[in-house]
């Protein structure tokens, strides 16, 4: 399924910032750019939108005004210089607030949360063939790699890179592990180590300090071995 987006900003390099990044993110599609709120406002009656990349500080029509305006608005995403306004948008319902400069990490992780959030309304529709959650890496310039949840084995710290370990490959990105880390749903995957992140349920043994995943060991941290152990032993039938 296409997500339709749509940016609203009256500086066009903040434009084309987003346009860049979304460009190689095969599910997300920008269907148009407006630089005048006013214009965005008519492409909106004859258009379906599901997100709206909205600047705050405009010309004619702010972005506050701009949301209160819509009757039924799509998923909104705030992007400003600015951070002040963001109390007071959450209470419109954005869904997140973006902070410019906006690095491409972060906008990832907008990215992953416009997806649950169109997978959770749709779950119904989804039922009898559900699909399985996943995660969108940046794994070269051009490309976006999807990757399922329930495939990733361990993801290691490389210092300012990650080794994702997967069932059916290995992929290297540009992130801190407490980033990804976070992208994560909680109930599946541990931090065990400052380098190491692992599936619970890829598990295969637990001796003294270590994890044995797919026939490799992984020392657990001595700040993490009780949490880790504890998380495990609830995880236990």
Request: hydrophobic content about 40%; charged content about 25%; proline content about 5%.
């Amino acid at each position: 399924m296409k997500i339709n987006c749509l940016i609203i900003d009256d500086e066009p390099l903040a434009i084309n910032v987003i346009k860049n990044y979304l460009e190689p993110v095969e599910n997300f599609e920008i269907i148009n750019t407006f630089s005048n709120p006013i214009e965005g406002l008519n492409f909106l009656k004859n258009n379906k939108v599901d997100v709206i990349f909205l600047d705050i500080n405009m010309p004619v029509l702010d972005g506050i005004n701009f949301i209160k305006s819509l009757e039924n608005p799509p998923i909104l995403i705030i992007t400003s210089a600015y951070s002040q306004f963001a109390i007071e948008t959450y209470e419109l319902d954005v869904l997140d607030y973006l902070v410019k400069p906006i690095e491409f990490p972060r906008l990832m992780k907008t990215l992953n949360k416009i997806s649950k959030r169109l997978n959770t309304s749709s779950n119904v529709q989804q039922e009898n063939n559900p699909e399985s959650p996943f995660i969108f890496v940046k794994i070269d310039k051009k490309r976006m790699k999807k990757i399922f949840f329930n495939e990733i084995l361990v993801i290691e710290s490389l210092k300012d890179y990650l080794k994702i370990n997967t069932l059916t490959g290995k992929y290297i990105i540009h992130s801190t592990l407490s980033d990804f880390t976070d992208l994560l749903p909680e109930r599946n995957f541990l931090r065990i180590h400052r380098s190491y992140t692992i599936a619970i349920d890829k598990i295969d043994a637990v001796e003294g300090n270590s994890i044995e995943i797919e026939g490799l060991r992984y020392v657990i941290g001595r700040s993490y071995i009780d949490h880790v152990k504890q998380r495990i032993l609830n995880s236990s039938i």
